[in-house]
């Protein structure tokens, strides 16, 4: 093509929203790395998640956000013809709907790029990974229903893992060739980002997610349970399931006194590095996940993790570079925190280098986001190419 792909990206949450997870800021991460070769522009709803109110800050029609071009539509207008208007507007040369179970946006825009010839990418952003396909009795009929669109000529698939390739083929079946591997784009924290030091024989943990059965809190806090040392737990994100919540502030009630839990609400996105960084390490027993956006974010603010090994992110235990341990022994969990609470500065110290070595070796940016300018370039040339 004789100009920059243009690429509409479709996402339920945007920035200056608080509560939609890592997919979020991901993406905006990637708009910008991408903007030397890729135009984007994105549409998104325009309140938080589980929020009515509409977010502060944005203005009706297309809002600029440091270069970026973003609509934020009510409820009202998500739908065939209001998506209809954002595309005739935007005049994209390639979709890239990230969720496949957002069916206000998804269903409706499987039908704009059928009828239109327009390369749509459906990124579904673990929503089909064994740990997260739960209620399966909606969840295939749904897929069924959707199958003449998800295995369309011009639907295409994007997945971060081998795992999620393997469920998409599995569970969808698309056209061959119509899966585009590349991992996520995790978000950077400030230069010279200090750390607290580490304190022998004391530990300091922290929990950043939503409060949901998935990421596995209560598992967390079990695991807390036999430590004899003194321990502090610091526990962030929204609270999705106030019946699950409910039964983790049981469990806290439970716990010795010295070992001190407490709920600290949510984190704004510009301060997730300064606050792992307050912290030994990063407790995430979680259920399963696609990419895990905050597991990065924790490692790159040189704050260690121990995670379970339903993630991408199990390697680091070759690297020396922390735990990811299966979720069926318990004991596995306590005995590593024992391990990091014996710890002084240097051993711990010594362990967030191994985890920057790690990250070194892992997450190869450049290389990323070419994999993603590749993608959208190829994707524009076969409708460029009609």
């Known amino acids: 093509m004789s100009r920059k792909p243009c690429v509409l990206v479709v996402v339920s949450g945007f920035p200056p929203a608080q509560n939609y997870g890592g997919p979020a800021v991901s993406l905006d991460n990637l708009c910008r790395a991408l903007r030397p070769a890729i135009d984007c522009a994105v549409v998104t709803s325009d309140h938080d998640l589980k929020s009515p109110e509409r977010l502060s800050g944005i203005h009706e029609g297309w809002n600029d956000r440091d270069g970026l071009r973003v609509r934020y539509l009510p409820e009202r207008e998500i739908d065939l013809f209001g998506l209809r208007r954002v595309v005739d507007e935007v005049a994209p040369d390639v979709l890239y709907v990230n969720s496949l179970f957002a069916a206000k946006f998804t269903v409706p825009l499987l039908k704009i790029s059928r009828e239109r010839a327009l390369p749509l990418l459906l990124a579904p952003r673990g929503e089909l990974c064994a740990g997260a396909f739960d209620k399966k009795y909606k969840k295939l009929p749904y897929l069924f229903a959707l199958r003449p669109f998800l295995r369309a000529r011009t639907t295409f698939f994007h997945a971060t893992s081998d795992h999620e390739a393997e469920r998409v083929e599995r569970l969808v079946r698309p056209r061959d060739g ?14 010279h980002l200090a750390r607290v030091p ?27 349970a036999p430590l004899t040392c003194p321990t502090t737990l610091d526990i962030y994100g929204p609270i999705e399931e106030p019946a ?9 009630a439970r716990l010795p006194p010295h070992i001190r839990v407490h709920y600290r609400g949510t984190v704004a996105r510009d301060a997730i590095h300064a606050t792992f960084a307050r912290y030994d390490a990063f407790l995430f027993p979680t259920c399963s996940e696609n990419y895990g956006h905050v597991i990065p974010e924790a490692l790159l603010s040189g704050c260690p993790a121990i995670l379970s090994d339903q993630t991408p992110w199990s390697d680091l235990n070759d690297a020396d570079a922390g735990w990811a341990l299966p979720l069926d022994r318990p004991k596995a969990f306590t005995e590593a925190l024992a391990t990091l609470a014996a710890m002084d500065e240097s051993a711990h110290g010594a362990l967030v280098e191994r985890v920057r070595r790690y990250l070194d070796a892992k997450l190869r940016l450049t ?6 300018v590749d993608c959208f370039q190829t994707l524009a040339s076969r409708r460029d190419s009609r």
């Open 198 to 224: 580490k304190r022998p024989g004391v530990l300091s943990l922290v929990f950043l997610s939503r409060i949901h059965h998935k990421k596995n809190l209560l598992f967390a806090l079990d695991a807390l």
């Open 244 to 252: 699950y919540w409910e039964r983790c502030q049981s469990a806290i």
């Open 367 to 372: 290389e990323i986001v070419q994999g993603y």
């Open 178 to 191: 119509h899966i585009f591997q590349m991992t996520e784009t995790p978000t950077l924290p400030p230069r």
